[in-house]
């Protein structure tokens, strides 16, 4: 399977720790546990207490074990080893990012309320900054990037989109912190960003990969 390498080592410790968080304020929940939130940061679903409690540290479970396998059966591994600290530094933000979130769950869980949108923007904006960090140093590979037909199938394109990806995802990072001014928005300074980043950059992708061929 190969060396285990020691972000991974780090992760399965946080999600581990997530469980004995669970277990600790599990007999402290409401039978009926808040799991949902609207665009408006107000409570619009909710689990059983167990699924409640755990149905987070699970979901970080599966997602450690996919982190773990998928780019060991990434046909483009050894391209993963030469951004190596960016790959393991971005995993790790995605984790502490759900760590951060099932927090503020508990949190709000045990009757403290405030504007959960609020709290979230600022962990967005980190998280999408530091992608944009990370995205131009990335090399072609099927596991983390911006994988779309045209920069698996060509490396200029790959570099050229990872680049362009760099800047307009640090954009999306520092727009996310709007949320925290105008939380009635926050959703919106969070998504909008992100989305029409992702937009722009599939069709730069196809248009560069188009030009190449011309």
Do not use: C
């Not at 508990?106 to 709290?119: I, P, V």
């Not at 530091?130 to 200029?156: C, D, K, M, Q």
């Not at 954009?171 to 001014?181: C, D, K, M, R, Y």
């Amino acid at each position: 399977m190969g060396k285990i390498h020691k972000s991974e080592t780090f992760i399965f410790l946080l999600v581990a720790f997530s469980f004995l968080i669970g277990l600790a304020a599990y007999g402290q929940l409401p039978d009926t546990v808040a799991s949902h939130w609207n665009t408006s940061g107000e409570v619009n679903g909710s689990m059983s207490r167990f699924w409640g409690t755990f149905f987070e540290p699970f979901v970080a479970l599966a997602l450690f074990l996919l982190f773990l396998f998928v780019p060991r059966m990434d046909p483009m591994r050894k391209n993963i080893e030469k951004f190596r600290p960016y790959y393991d530094n971005v995993i790790l933000f995605v984790f502490f990012f759900l760590f951060y979130l099932y927090t503020l769950t508990l949190y709000e869980n045990f009757g403290y309320n405030f504007d959960l949108l609020r709290f979230i923007a600022p962990a967005f904006g980190a998280m999408f900054f530091y992608f944009g960090v990370a995205l131009p140093h990335t090399e072609p590979n099927w596991t983390l990037g911006i994988r779309t037909p045209w920069t698996i199938s060509n490396e200029v394109v790959w570099k050229k989109t990872h680049k362009i990806g760099g800047t307009l995802f640090k954009i999306s990072g520092v727009l996310a912190l709007f949320g925290v001014l105008f939380p009635q928005w926050a959703i919106w300074w969070i998504l909008a960003p992100l989305i029409l980043s992702s937009l722009y950059l599939l069709s730069y992708s196809y248009f560069a990969f188009t030009k190449l061929r011309v």
